[in-house]
């Protein structure tokens, strides 16, 4: 299965971007352990990353039409006010899993409610890069 990964705002600073909230890790090096996993298990990995709300959107909605079987999302700040975002994981029509690697329950208020949640299959929240191991796991429960 080819499971495409979309990453939102500030994503592309991880590993330089609070360390000790969200590790020394580089999406780049995240990603590289994703797609040796996926590989084993495999599955075929696509990922991207935007600071862009609507280019979030258009892959969302073209990730059928790529081969895509199922997307992991990190909307980032995205999740709690774009509803523009959660629509298009509506009509993606493919599995989603929403993953954030802080525990967003345990932060500022704002945080606490993800509207692009509300339309995804799960989520995992709170296990730093793991998350993203996680998804990639949980796809194989998911899509049966």
């Known amino acids: ?3 495409l990964y979309l990453f939102g ?34 599955h075929e990995v696509v990922w991207r990353q935007s600071d862009h709300e609507g280019e979030l ?3 969302l909605l073209g990730a059928a039409d790529e ?7 990190n909307p980032g700040a995205l999740a709690h006010y774009s509803y ?3 629509d298009a994981i509506e009509a993606c029509g493919l599995p989603v899993l929403e993953v954030h690697m802080s ?9 606490r409610r993800s509207v692009t949640a509300e ?16 998804a990639l796991e949980a796809m ?3 899509t049966g």
Request: charged residues 20%; proline residues 4%.
């Open 9 to 42: 705002p500030n994503l592309g600073a991880l590993g330089r971007r609070d360390p000790a909230l969200y590790g020394s890790a580089t999406l780049v090096e995240i990603m590289a352990g994703v797609e040796r996993r996926a590989e084993e298990l495999g």
């Open 84 to 86: 523009a975002l959660r």
């Open 67 to 73: 081969g895509a079987g199922a997307v992991v999302l």
């Open 103 to 111: 525990n967003v329950h345990a932060r500022e208020p704002f945080r």
């Open 119 to 134: 339309a995804c299959r799960g989520s995992i929240i709170g296990l730093g890069a793991g998350g993203y191991h996680l």
């Open 140 to 142: 194989a429960w998911i």
């Open 1 to 3: 299965m080819k499971v």
């Open 57 to 59: 959107v258009a892959w």
